[in-house]
């Protein structure tokens, strides 16, 4: 299988972009030659896509969603120092036998990755940071997150059970990072901490629960 990525290019071209002030190019990685079958190192993002879409950056007649670009800037922000990415919207192939292997791959894609970062909504922000800084979230930080679009989708699971190293940001300009283990663990104690019975509380936050 080849697995593309996102690498630093040093001059623009017809399968590169510009992030950040820093250009990345598209490039395929044979994963069955030797040379990287045990270290070709990767950074994986995790993101829903929401209904809006945009033009491909690198292939126009095709459609990416709209937080495709701004969930890439959020991550090179934070990891400036990763020199390959992989963002579904931009590296599974558009068509032919590799588009097929590639979504067979997709567990193994994210399992094989040095981490694995989710970017919510920009709208995450204040619950993020109070994860941060307190023991647990409020009750109003747990209805942002109930509304997230990333907690409700099914293959979030497969990504985020299959990664290595998980962590939770937003999209937009900060330098905020949750790990998952602080995340998971605030979250659980917050649906405990609260006083109303646990039925109530599945009736008000079933995606969170799950």
Aim: net charge negative; proline share 8%.
């Amino acid at each position: 299988m080849q697995l593309h990525l996102l690498v630093p290019s040093a001059s623009p071209t017809s399968r590169s972009i510009e992030v950040n002030g820093r250009l990345w190019s598209l490039q395929p990685f044979d994963c069955n030659e030797p040379s990287h079958q045990d270290n070709l190192e990767y950074s994986c993002i995790s993101y829903a896509w929401g209904p809006e879409r945009t033009q491909n950056p690198f292939t126009p007649n095709y459609f990416v969603s709209e937080h495709t670009i701004p969930v890439l800037e959020t991550f090179i922000q934070q990891r400036p120092s990763c020199e390959s990415i992989w963002i579904d919207a931009l590296c599974v192939p558009l068509e032919g036998p590799e588009r097929t292997r590639t979504l067979q791959s997709m567990g193994k894609i994210y399992a094989e990755a040095k981490e694995v970062m989710v970017v919510l909504s920009s709208a995450a922000l204040p619950a993020l940071t109070r994860m941060l800084e307190s023991t647990y979230p409020t009750v109003d930080d747990l209805g942002v997150l109930e509304r997230e679009e990333w907690v409700s989708r099914a293959w979030t699971y497969q990504e985020a059970v299959n990664s290595k190293e998980l962590s939770l940001s937003c999209e937009g300009k900060t330098s905020l990072s949750v790990s998952a283990n602080t995340f998971f663990s605030r979250l659980s104690y917050a649906l405990v901490k609260f006083t109303s019975p646990w039925p109530s509380k599945l009736h008000d936050f079933p995606r969170l629960d799950v």
